[in-house]
């Protein structure tokens, strides 16, 4: 029998740091609810998920505060630099997780859907005007560099987190939904594998001015989700945060 990843054992790869796609609901404001040293790499033009998770008066309020963020918004979308920026920070992050000097325990991109959005602009500014619409040789280049990205964030030695939207596919027997990435076919055939677990987050109005926060990795004819853990029930995360969901998928996220 070939040994795996050279002299590591079974059960040090069985249980290496997971690789989970979170998708809609209160996404970014559940990635910050453990103790851990996380850091946030946004790309995504979309403020409120950051002021949700900044003043959501939870338990977990005092955590959060201490979260690092690293923000790639273009300032220019004509001129758009920000995707190079953000894949060179990953590479960095790549680097020191080799060396076994990373100083974070999760790294969390926020969101896939704010990568393919920022890639589209990179690579339509190289093409000579990042605002025109893209025509067929554009949208291999673009899947190239999502795929990059996807392939840089699985080689990191830690806990990883991608969140995303849902897209809708249209079928005979009505919608179905699944993770939104650069294309529908990229959507369908070439994301969910990657990873571990991939959740579906939502809200549920839960009586008089509460409401339950709850994720989910049971698939449905609609859904699509995605389990190595077993994980395939909806759980209210209130008060157990992103710590209590990754002892459910029998992760113990602790050095």
Request: proline letters at 4%; glycine letters at 6%; aromatic letters at 8%.
């Given at each position: 029998?070939?040994?795996?990843?050279?002299?590591?054992?079974?059960?040090?790869?069985?249980?290496?740091?997971?690789?989970?796609?979170?998708?809609?609901?209160?996404?970014?404001?559940?990635?910050?609810?453990?103790?851990?040293?996380?850091?946030?790499?946004?790309?995504?033009?979309?403020?409120?998920?950051?002021?949700?998770?900044?003043t959501?008066?939870?338990?977990?309020?005092?955590?959060?505060?201490?979260?690092?963020?690293?923000?790639?918004?273009?300032?220019?979308?004509?001129?758009?630099?920000?995707?190079?920026?953000?894949?060179?920070?990953?590479?960095?992050f790549?680097?020191?997780?080799?060396?076994?000097?990373?100083?974070?325990?999760?790294?969390?991109?926020d969101?896939?859907?704010?990568?393919a959005?920022?890639?589209?602009?990179?690579?339509?500014?190289?093409s000579?005007?990042?605002?025109?619409?893209?025509?067929?040789?554009h949208?291999?280049?673009?899947?190239?560099?999502?795929?990059?990205?996807?392939?840089?964030?699985?080689?990191?030695?830690?806990?990883?987190?991608?969140?995303?939207?849902?897209?809708?596919?249209?079928?005979k027997?009505?919608?179905?939904?699944?993770?939104?990435?650069?294309?529908?076919?990229?959507?369908?055939?070439?994301l969910?594998?990657?990873?571990?677990?991939?959740?579906?987050?939502k809200?549920?109005?839960?009586?008089?001015?509460?409401?339950d926060?709850?994720?989910?990795?049971?698939?449905?004819?609609?859904?699509?989700?995605?389990?190595?853990?077993?994980?395939?029930?909806?759980v209210?995360?209130?008060?157990?945060?992103?710590?209590?969901?990754?002892?459910?998928?029998?992760?113990n996220?602790?050095?």
């Amino acid at each position: 029998m070939l040994p795996i990843h050279g002299s590591r054992s079974f059960r040090a790869v069985a249980l290496s740091p997971q690789d989970v796609l979170l998708v809609p609901g209160v996404k970014l404001g559940l990635s910050l609810t453990c103790i851990m040293t996380v850091m946030i790499s946004k790309i995504d033009s979309r403020i409120p998920g950051m002021r949700t998770a900044a003043t959501l008066q939870d338990k977990f309020f005092n955590l959060r505060q201490n979260v690092e963020f690293d923000i790639y918004n273009e300032p220019n979308p004509e001129k758009p630099v920000m995707w190079i920026k953000a894949v060179a920070k990953l590479q960095q992050f790549v680097d020191q997780s080799f060396l076994r000097n990373l100083n974070y325990e999760t790294i969390v991109i926020d969101s896939l859907t704010g990568c393919a959005r920022a890639i589209q602009l990179y690579v339509m500014g190289l093409s000579g005007y990042s605002m025109r619409v893209p025509e067929i040789q554009h949208w291999g280049k673009m899947i190239v560099e999502i795929e990059r990205m996807l392939t840089l964030m699985r080689s990191l030695k830690c806990l990883k987190l991608i969140t995303a939207h849902e897209m809708v596919l249209e079928t005979k027997n009505g919608d179905n939904f699944t993770p939104m990435s650069m294309t529908k076919k990229h959507s369908v055939n070439k994301l969910m594998w990657l990873f571990d677990e991939v959740i579906y987050s939502k809200v549920k109005p839960a009586g008089l001015n509460k409401t339950d926060y709850i994720v989910s990795g049971r698939s449905t004819s609609i859904v699509r989700c995605r389990t190595r853990s077993g994980f395939d029930k909806d759980v209210v995360h209130n008060e157990i945060g992103l710590e209590g969901i990754l002892k459910l998928f029998k992760y113990n996220y602790k050095k």
